[in-house]
């Protein structure tokens, strides 16, 4: 159920020493595991379990608990505090049903009141207040809302995803700057391991009272190296993109994915949950098909292609072999050639110098935009190339 | 003396002034001119404070703005010093002007430190004391007494409310101890006029964490307006101080008090429910409305502030699931068992506070944005409950506080767990670390708000470093060097033994008999030859214990005994006063001393060892951090990919600074005099990173010596220093009267004057060709490719 129980080493609490069923302690045997089962969150070894319960459902054995269990259900436990691994789960109940976010809602105001009715009847059911009415409630809610909650579940799963995804990046790319600064140290150990011995041959080869003269020589080197690394440091720096960043904004950038039927809220009955302030959900328009061309379309205006021109020479095409053969289209020929014949016709002039007027009249910055809407916004037809 | 820098008349309190005080005084004038930013690094001893006081006072004075000046200093000890200076400089200021100035400097320390009320100035623990002035002084009691009913009130406290509110105490400069007798005399709190003094004073000056730690600066220094001048003094640690007050550890006991803790507040609760449910009603309404509590006005009782930072404080309203008073207390106490449950874990683990939430919601289905609240929510509520012993509820409200921060920064925190104290350990005694690894955060606010924060401090080498980390620009970084008329101070490097074996303190062979026999002699040798109090500083407590106790079986420990008493800093502090306070009395009556300490103990911060106190300090190895520590590998980590400082730079700089602390330990004045022993091989790479005044004072035939040559040298230097020395000699040199500092000012202009004729005629004779590196430079930046 969660990362924390399968991490191994657990270290068992100072008060499971004892099996409460059959007394055994862990002194005898060191690896006793503790179960509970959420029905009535009584605590007994796994091998009282398996005793008990592998014939079937069986009640349990705590004396005054009279609850049947199974012992499919029965798990591990989380928390130390046994209110609190039940509220855990009833809270997990609860928040599987109401997972409305705050950006459906059209304040803060209402967010928060809607987050306080929530916990109202997550306290209503820990506590066993007016447990018939809040679970009516509950289930009234779900069964209204089933949309919704199922929307908004997947998009929480989507976004876990992604954080966990962005995380294991960050990790990848941690590493790799770590390794990549080792590196770099360990080239300018070797730089300076090379460069004192180059020093040392030189001022072996080197005439007498010439040493000062190497080692002046040696110096610059040196330091013209350093200076070198340094800079080509820095523009590293500067030109590396942060990575890891990429993957981010994805999926919480999401739109609002909606379907609340809230308009069925209207019944004022009791055993209903109503929240207000829901911001109203317009339906998504569904996703038209993909076009490549992006709204350009083949529809020509000025003139009609028609299957067959009378030309003598695209005889031969027509007929000879050699022609087929090779795949040559006729009527490919017959689309370039018209339209290159009829590009340009549907220019005007006039529209294009009035709208450019208009356009620089405006707003210096806009200009160019206004420019480019009245170039190529007004006529996208294929016939025109320009 | 009374001088003028540029336009500006300096009044200073002596009749002598050093040459390196006024080039201080100087540059602290062109950054407050500036309006920015600066690093200052002045030689210890040579009258930091005393120049920097008198030069903001006069600034202050003279010019019409009167920016108030804010001194934040380490310890109370450095605290009063501060405050006796600026009261003698004062008097001085009265005397020469002829009149006494409308001024007001204050000091401000604990409640544990100013307390006057009979019993609660009796505890022993400052929380404690903190805690119960808050029950005898919060809003809420005194409302209490006004409907009649029986609770106790602080006399003290209440005398306030009879004054004016903004002459709560005469002008003047008022020293702790003077502020506490005027408490007594007129009967009124002096920790509480001293809070709400400070936007009516012009000089305040207070320890660090009032400034820097987001729970406390949030009460405390929240009105000072933002021209005021910020000076924090021996700030070498300052990073170090910025990360500790962001971080907290938990550990299983704390959680069990807090848990606890959270289960009172739920009886409190349930109790209220029954017989007041008025006003959990009320502060219910309040937090729907999402306002703050009107109660703020003056929340100088208020139980915790907000840890986040200002910028960062949310300003909406609480949310909706933990409005309710039962339902926040159910919040609190799944936090905590979950805490609990994250603590069983048996191997060490870390992570971001991202992951950590992630985890967190997965497991308990709290939010991120509850977790925000936590700190607020749980202040709203206890003041709401009206609790008077809060004491009980410190566990509960660091883990609200902890809360806060992992739901407020991604960036720059991180989590540790370590399941054993060490790695031999079986017996698991989980820690939970949430560790700031970024000084910039805690300290940003501070240079966002101020115009003028002064970085100084004796030892602050190397200077470009502290901005780096600390993310702010200078318009000064200065490094002064000591003006000496005689060589008062002999450092020494000595890398070997006197069999020419190479000492060190390096892993592999610090325990080798022959380093640890080295070590010994080096000892021996210089408790045969120094008079009075040696100082030996060890990198840790635990090479320190393994060394004295092989000495003792090598029989060194016998021989030093002959020549000196032998006393060891421990970890207790009770412990270490009695040995400090052995160890003056022995230096006092002839005998003399040897105190071994560690570098980054108490000792070797804010202890000094004027003159006979300590003529030797030997610093037996290089001070280097536990690298090991996880805390501080995320830490290097972080330096490393934030603000590109590598590893093992930043190891360096930090054991380097370290040393350095130590070494001016010894030299508090300039007719003081000190060797200065760093014992290890690896020293002889770093000199460069020493302070620029250490490293003048170096001498090339001062370094990679071995045990005998140093004691020679020694020998040779004492019989030097043993000759009379005048205060006559120093004068023009290494302290000047008024006509000194007249005659180098006319030298300055003069040097100005020639070296614009200089430009103008170099500019005629045209460019001369310039090398790519002058030779000059040359040496300076390969100081920087060797460090």
């Not at chain 1, 095409?317 to 289209?329: E, I, N, T």
């Not at chain 2, 490393?640 to 400082?645: F, K, P, S």
Request: with cysteine; net charge negative; proline share 4%.
């Amino acid at each position: 159920m969660s990362k924390l129980t399968q991490r191994n080493g657990m270290r068992p609490a100072d008060d499971q020493e004892t099996c409460p069923i059959c007394k055994t302690s862990r002194y005898l045997n060191p690896n006793m595991k503790f179960l509970v089962n959420p029905e009535c969150y009584h605590k007994m070894c796994s091998a009282c379990v398996d005793r008990i319960f592998s014939a079937g459902p069986a009640p349990c054995p705590v004396a005054g608990c009279h609850r049947t269990l199974r012992k499919a259900r029965f798990r591990a436990q989380t928390f130390e505090d046994i209110q609190v691994e039940r509220e855990v789960d009833i809270r997990r109940r609860v928040a599987a049903t109401f997972n409305r976010r705050e950006e459906e809602f059209e304040t803060l105001l209402d967010y928060n009141n809607y987050l306080e009715e929530v916990e109202t009847i997550t306290f209503n059911l820990l506590n066993g207040i007016d447990l018939s009415a809040t679970e009516k409630k509950l289930a009234n809610y779900a069964a209204q809302n089933a949309q919704a909650i199922s929307a908004n579940a997947s998009r929480a799963s989507r976004e876990a995803a992604s954080l966990s995804a962005q995380q294991a990046a960050e990790r990848e790319a941690a590493r790799l700057r770590r390794e990549a600064a080792r590196r770099e140290e360990e080239e300018e150990r070797e730089e300076r391991e090379e460069l004192r011995r180059e020093a040392l041959t030189r001022l072996a080869a080197g005439n007498q009272g010439e040493a000062d003269r190497i080692a002046h020589e040696m110096q610059k080197i040196v330091l013209k190296k350093s200076t070198a690394r340094k800079q080509r440091q820095q523009m590293e720096s500067l030109l590396k993109p942060r990575a890891g960043m990429a993957g981010a904004g994805g999926a919480a950038a999401s739109g609002l994915a909606a379907g609340a039927d809230n308009g069925s809220a209207a019944l004022a009955d009791n055993d209903t949950f109503v929240i207000k302030g829901l911001k109203p959900t317009l339906p998504v328009e569904p996703e038209k098909p993909y076009d490549p061309f992006g709204g350009y379309t083949e529809h020509r205006e000025y003139y009609v292609l028609k299957d067959t021109y009378e030309h003598p020479w695209l005889d031969d095409v027509r007929s000879k072999p050699q022609f087929l053969a090779g795949g040559y289209d006729v009527h490919e020929y017959y689309a370039r050639t018209m339209f290159e014949a009829f590009s340009g016709l549907c220019c005007f002039v006039g529209d294009e110098v009035a709208a450019r007027e208009k356009a620089s009249s405006g707003e210096v910055a806009t200009t160019a935009a206004a420019e480019a809407a009245g170039a190529g916004g007004g006529d996208i037809n294929m016939d025109d190339v320009f | 003396m009374k001088f003028n820098i540029d336009d500006l008349p300096v009044l200073f309190p002596y009749p002598r002034i050093y040459p390196e005080q006024y080039a201080y005084m100087c540059d602290l004038k062109r950054t407050l001119d500036a309006k920015g930013h600066c690093v200052l690094e002045m030689p210890s001893g040579t009258g930091k404070t005393v120049s920097l006081l008198s030069l903001i006072v006069a600034y202050q004075q003279y010019y019409p703005e009167h920016r108030k000046l804010i001194y934040c200093s380490r310890t109370m000890s450095e605290i009063e010093k501060a405050l006796a200076e600026l009261k003698a400089l004062m008097a001085y200021r009265a005397e020469q002007l002829g009149y006494v100035e409308e001024f007001r400097g204050l000091g401000l320390t604990s409640r544990k430190n100013l307390c006057l009320h009979p019993s609660v100035k009796r505890e022993k623990s400052g929380s404690v004391v903190d805690a119960r002035c808050r029950s005898l002084t919060a809003g809420f009691v005194k409302e209490k007494k006004e409907r009649g009913e029986d609770v106790d009130l602080c006399v003290y406290h209440d005398n306030l409310d009879l004054l004016e509110p903004h002459n709560l105490i005469p002008p003047g400069v008022w020293t702790i101890d003077g502020t506490i007798r005027y408490g007594e005399q007129h009967k009124q709190c002096p920790y509480f006029t001293a809070r709400r003094m400070m936007p009516f004073c012009n000089v305040i000056i207070y320890s660090y964490h009032y400034l820097l730690d987001p729970k406390i600066a949030e009460r405390v220094s929240k009105e000072l307006s933002k021209d005021c001048i910020v000076v924090f003094d021996e700030a070498h640690n300052i990073d170090n101080v910025c990360i500790e007050s962001l971080s907290i550890d938990l550990t299983e006991d704390s959680l069990r008090k807090a848990a606890r803790g959270a289960n009172n507040l739920e009886r409190k609760i349930t109790e209220m429910k029954s017989s007041d449910a008025e006003k959990l009603q009320n502060e219910y309404a309040k937090l729907v409305e999402g306002l703050r509590d009107a109660g703020d006005a003056r929340d100088e009782d208020a139980f915790m502030a907000n840890p986040a930072l200002p910028d960062d404080l949310l300003k909406e309203a609480v949310p909706g699931n933990i409005r309710r008073a039962e339902h926040f207390v159910a919040f609190l106490k799944r936090f905590v068992e979950y805490l609990k449950t994250r603590m069983k874990v048996l191997h060490v683990i870390s992570e971001t506070p991202p992951s950590f939430l992630q985890h967190l919601k997965e497991l308990t289905f709290i939010e991120r944005k509850p977790l925000r609240f936590c700190a607020e929510r749980l202040t709203s509520l206890v003041r709401t409950l009206e609790l008077t012993n809060i004491e009980d509820y410190q566990p509960l409200q660091e883990v609200a506080t902890f809360a806060t921060l992992v739901a407020t920064y991604d960036k720059g925190f991180l989590l540790i767990l370590e399941p054993y104290e060490s790695e031999t350990a079986t017996v698991p005694n989980p820690i939970f670390h949430f560790t700031c690894l970024d000084a910039a955060i805690a300290i940003k606010p501070v240079f966002d708000r101020f115009s003028s924060v002064i970085i100084t401090s004796g030892t602050i080498s190397p200077l470009e470093m502290y901005p780096k980390m600390l993310g702010f620009n200078t318009v000064v970084q200065e490094s002064y060097s000591m003006t000496l008329a005689r060589r008062s101070f002999l450092p020494m490097i000595v890398t070997r033994g006197s069999d020419q074996v190479a000492i060190s303190s390096g892993f592999q062979i610090r325990n080798e008999p022959s380093v640890v026999r080295n070590y010994g002699n080096l000892l021996m040798e210089f408790s045969k030859i120094t008079p009075d109090g040696i100082v030996v500083f060890f990198p840790s407590y635990l090479y320190m214990e393994s060394i004295i106790s092989m000495w003792q079986g090598m029989g060194i420990l016998d021989e030093v005994w002959k020549y000196k008493l032998i006393l060891v800093e421990t970890p207790d502090s009770q412990e270490t006063s009695l040995a400090l306070e052995t160890y003056r009395t022995a230096c006092c009556n002839g005998r003399g001393a040897i105190l071994l300490c560690v570098a980054r103990g108490k000792v070797s911060e804010g202890i000094d060892f004027d003159h006979h106190y300590g003529r030797t300090v030997l610093c037996i190895g290089v001070p280097f951090q536990y690298t090991e520590s996880r805390i501080l590998k995320a830490r290097l980590e972080f330096l490393r990919e934030t603000y590109r400082i590598r590893e093992n730079d930043f190891l360096s700089f930090d054991a380097m600074r370290h040393a350095a602390q130590c070494l001016g330990r010894v030299l508090r004045g300039k007719d003081d005099y000190g060797i200065m022993v760093l014992a290890d091989r690896r020293f002889q790479k770093k000199r460069n990173q020493l302070p620029k005044w250490i490293n003048q004072a170096l001498l090339e035939q001062d370094t990679n010596l071995s045990t005998d040559m140093a004691v020679a040298s020694a020998k040779k230097f004492l019989r030097w220093m043993a000759q009379p020395f005048k205060a006559k000699d120093q004068e023009g040199i290494s302290t000047w009267s008024l006509n000194d500092l007249e005659k180098h000012k006319e030298k300055v202009e003069e040097d100005k004057i020639k070296e614009l004729q200089g430009a103008q005629n170099g500019a005629s004779s045209g460019a001369i060709g310039h090398d790519e590196f002058g030779d000059d430079d040359i040496e300076e930046a390969l100081m920087e490719v060797d460090a």
